[in-house]
């Protein structure tokens, strides 16, 4: 066994036992930052077989920004998780069947010829660049696809935002179309005032001194 083929399966063992960890974890901090661990892993792996891109792309946007915003949101908000796990039973057969489907699309797609036809690593050149095949794949074969998920991904922005906008009484909040059309008279007033003398420099305060 290689060198290689070591750090393969040490951060594929480390990957599997921490993805494990996220399912049985029953603090919700510990099974995120579990998860935390598994995304390292397998941006890890990613490394090992060159693709640059995605393995940053996972830490960075994984990693940096939904995992950051996902512990902000289980530290602050009040949940009880463990009302959360009364059902947990109740939809085990469902969640195995969606794990059977899942694991079953995984290993077609790794069995199939197309999974096998990219080229071996000696066999690539100095400028080859793993970024610039996945952008000449995603933006012609599937670019409807690519901008399909887009549109998605937008739909579910602005349904995520409309179900958590609740107008409260009392509470101050910004009028965006007032924001546009104020004016500077509106916010700014000139006021005129005579000037000031300071005290030491009044005929008044020099005598007072002077009788001292």
Do not use: C
Request: hydrophobic share 60%.
């Amino acid at each position: 066994m290689d060198f290689m083929t070591a750090v393969f399966y040490l951060f594929s063992t480390v990957l599997v036992l921490s993805g494990l960890r996220v399912i049985t974890a029953r603090n919700p901090v510990h099974a995120a930052l579990f998860l935390v661990l598994a995304f390292v892993s397998a941006s890890a792996i990613w490394m090992l077989l060159e693709a640059e891109f995605l393995a940053l792309t996972l830490v960075l946007v994984y990693v940096g920004a939904v995992m950051v915003l996902f512990l902000f949101v289980v530290m602050m908000l009040d949940v009880n998780f463990d009302t959360l796990r009364e059902g947990f039973w109740r939809h085990l057969p469902v969640g195995l069947l969606v794990a059977g489907v899942m694991v079953t699309e995984m290993v077609l797609v790794v069995m199939s010829e197309g999974f096998r036809t990219a080229p071996a690593p000696e066999a690539r050149g100095f400028d080859y660049s793993n970024t610039h095949e996945l952008g000449m794949v995603l933006y012609t074969q599937y670019l409807y696809a690519f901008e399909l998920a887009a549109v998605l991904l937008l739909v579910a922005i602005v349904a995520a935002i409309a179900l958590t906008l609740r107008r409260r009484e009392g509470v101050r909040r910004n009028d965006i179309g007032k924001q546009v059309a104020v004016r500077a008279a509106d916010r700014m007033r000139v006021v005129q005032m005579a000037p000031e003398v300071p005290a030491f420099s009044r005929p008044e305060a020099a005598d007072g001194e002077a009788a001292q």
